[in-house]
């Protein structure tokens, strides 16, 4: 038998069905849910009986975000006031602009007109670089920014120690990915104070007519920009010929420290690895200890990378 929590959404013959208990929480009528995508939260692409569309995100239990709903929210209306084009977060019944059901948070935003590119091309990462200039240059204020998360030395040890502990893994490959954080955390530079998304990979990010719209704001926070460039890194250093797409990307970004870029490249990577081992059931086809050798494979890319900027 289905656990309640089970039944917020039901499937039927392959249609999604919100339960009654969460339908009635939404502030319009729901016509279809169009899709379901399950990651680290659910998503549930929604068409209402007036034809407008919306997303509603169902948050996970065991995941506490860097950054939370509240202040999330907070942030992106104030980066709408900038002109920065991010989610427009909708309120409920009870005029609240989260819900709880059955212990699950849920928000609810107006679905971005536009459309994702899951392989970008130059004019893209160009986009890409633009737009991370544009983030960085903003003048956060004390109000906002005097709540939020450091992204420090102490960003990979919240959950280090999953990875560390992690029975599956041999502890020779541990003990190289302990060699790389200690390296990494004596060569970069935490003293900048810029906003920083820090999880711009392909899935958050809607290319509309007015421009880039980043989503999942939840793991943003206070530092060096460099880290939100390192997160496109990481999609890079995958490809076999990635250098005319990485200059793309600096070219529409800046001036920036290579240096600094390859480390904090190699701190995401750490990051990432460390938030799968806490979370071993997102990974997909392969185990935690095929990843963190792969994860080497991309570190030794790094270090031979050849940039010209």
Same mark, same amino acid.
């Given at each position: 038998?289905?656990?309640?929590?089970?039944?917020?959404?039901?499937?039927?013959?392959?249609? @999604?069905? !919100?339960?009654? +208990? &969460?339908?009635?929480? $939404?502030?319009?009528?729901?016509?279809? #849910?169009?899709?379901?995508? =399950?990651?680290?939260?659910?998503?549930?692409?929604?068409?209402?009986?007036?034809?407008?569309?919306?997303?509603?995100?169902?948050?996970?239990?065991?995941?506490?975000?860097?950054?939370? @709903?509240? !202040?999330?929210? +907070? &942030?992106?209306?104030? $980066?709408?006031?900038?002109?920065?084009? #991010?989610?427009?977060?909708? =309120?409920?019944?009870?005029?609240?602009?989260?819900?709880?059901?059955?212990?699950?948070?849920?928000?609810?935003?107006?679905?971005?007109?536009?459309?994702?590119?899951?392989?970008?091309?130059?004019?893209?990462?160009? +986009?890409?670089?633009?737009?991370?200039?544009?983030?960085?240059?903003?003048?956060?204020?004390?109000?906002?920014?005097?709540?939020?998360?450091?992204?420090?030395?102490?960003?990979?040890?919240?959950?280090?120690?999953?990875?560390?502990?992690?029975?599956?893994?041999?502890?020779?490959?541990?003990?190289?990915?302990?060699?790389?954080?200690?390296?990494?955390?004596?060569?970069?530079?935490?003293?900048?104070?810029?906003?920083?998304?820090?999880?711009?990979?392909?899935?958050?990010?809607?290319?509309?007519?007015?421009?880039?719209?980043?989503?999942?704001?939840?793991?943003?926070?206070?530092?060096?920009?460099?880290?939100?460039?390192?997160?496109?890194?990481?999609?890079?250093?995958?490809?076999?010929?990635?250098?005319?797409?990485?200059?793309?990307?600096?070219?529409?970004?800046?001036?920036?420290?290579?240096?600094?870029?390859?480390?904090?490249?190699?701190?995401?990577?750490?990051?990432?690895?460390?938030?799968?081992?806490?979370?071993?059931?997102?990974?997909?086809?392969?185990?935690?200890?095929?990843?963190?050798?792969?994860?080497?494979?991309?570190?030794?890319?790094?270090?031979?990378?050849?940039?010209?900027?």
């Amino acid at each position: 038998m289905r656990s309640k929590v089970d039944q917020l959404v039901s499937n039927n013959h392959g249609l @999604i069905i !919100l339960s009654p +208990e &969460l339908e009635q929480q $939404l502030p319009f009528s729901v016509s279809e #849910v169009i899709f379901h995508h =399950k990651g680290e939260n659910e998503n549930f692409m929604l068409r209402s009986k007036d034809d407008e569309f919306f997303l509603l995100k169902k948050y996970r239990k065991d995941r506490k975000q860097r950054l939370g @709903i509240e !202040l999330e929210i +907070e &942030l992106c209306k104030y $980066l709408r006031g900038q002109g920065v084009i #991010v989610p427009h977060y909708q =309120k409920f019944k009870k005029l609240n602009q989260t819900c709880l059901v059955d212990g699950h948070s849920f928000t609810i935003q107006r679905a971005v007109q536009g459309h994702m590119i899951y392989q970008p091309d130059k004019e893209h990462f160009y +986009e890409i670089g633009k737009t991370y200039r544009s983030l960085h240059n903003l003048q956060m204020p004390s109000s906002l920014s005097s709540r939020m998360p450091k992204i420090d030395e102490n960003t990979i040890g919240l959950s280090w120690n999953y990875l560390c502990e992690h029975k599956s893994v041999d502890r020779n490959l541990v003990e190289k990915f302990n060699q790389y954080k200690m390296l990494v955390l004596r060569q970069l530079d935490f003293s900048s104070k810029q906003l920083v998304h820090f999880d711009l990979h392909d899935g958050n990010i809607i290319y509309t007519r007015e421009g880039m719209c980043m989503l999942d704001w939840e793991e943003c926070g206070m530092g060096n920009g460099v880290f939100d460039l390192a997160v496109t890194m990481t999609r890079l250093v995958k490809l076999k010929n990635p250098s005319n797409l990485i200059n793309a990307l600096l070219e529409g970004y800046g001036k920036v420290d290579l240096e600094q870029l390859k480390h904090a490249t190699i701190f995401k990577f750490l990051y990432l690895a460390s938030f799968v081992a806490k979370f071993d059931d997102i990974l997909k086809g392969e185990t935690l200890e095929q990843l963190l050798a792969r994860y080497l494979g991309y570190f030794e890319r790094l270090e031979h990378l050849d940039i010209h900027r």
